[in-house]
């Protein structure tokens, strides 16, 4: 299968969605490299937390595999709201690395596509072809990073609102 520059760049993209270099100079690693499991699972009323969003930009990752990989696609969007608990910073730490893992792997999948195949149907006529899917999955990434900054934001000034206020 001849590699071509489409998925090629569209992997890459992937890459700098969650690792760096894109053209909006936010990735994922970044957003959560300074975060505990304390503060990734902090609330900010009528918000997800962050844990929860990362699991849910995370849970996309096995079904779209799954496509590429020749499977059917198997996922409900109600489930990628199920995350499990995280009980503690080293089960936190865990799940990114597994993040990490798997945009990796994923990245390397959309590599090994052909021209053809990015205007296939993805799975089922209904969900469009690949390449909308692929890029999808990237502009969904974007779009829940622009959440997380946002939530990060206020919980650091509410931490530093706190020490202000108890005089730390």
Same mark, same amino acid.
């Given at each position: ?28 690693? +970044?957003? @959560? !490299? *300074?975060? %505990? ?10 918000? /997800?937390?962050?844990?929860? $969003? ?56 959309? +590599?090994? @596509? !052909? *021209?053809? %195949? ?10 469009? /072809?690949?390449?909308?899917? $692929? ?34």
């Amino acid at each position: 299968m001849t590699k071509n520059p489409f998925a090629l760049q569209t992997a890459q993209l992937l890459r700098t969605t969650y690792f760096g270099g894109n053209w909006t100079a936010v990735n994922l690693r +970044e957003l @959560l !490299s *300074d975060l %505990s499991r304390n503060e990734a699972y902090f609330h900010v009323p009528q918000l /997800n937390s962050i844990a929860l $969003l990362t699991f849910h930009i995370q849970y996309y990752h096995a079904p779209i595999l799954g496509v590429l990989q020749g499977k059917p696609l198997d996922s409900s969007d109600k489930e990628s709201f199920n995350m499990p608990e995280l009980p503690d910073d080293a089960a936190w730490e865990a799940f990114k690395e597994q993040v990490w893992l798997e945009a990796e792997t994923l990245a390397k999948a959309i +590599e090994t @596509l !052909s *021209d053809k %195949s990015l205007g296939d149907n993805f799975s089922d006529e209904k969900y469009g /072809n690949y390449y909308r899917n $692929l890029h999808g999955l990237i502009e969904h990434t974007h779009y829940h990073m622009g959440q997380i900054a946002l939530i990060k934001k206020i919980l650091r000034e509410n931490i530093e609102i706190g020490r202000r206020h108890n005089g730390l």
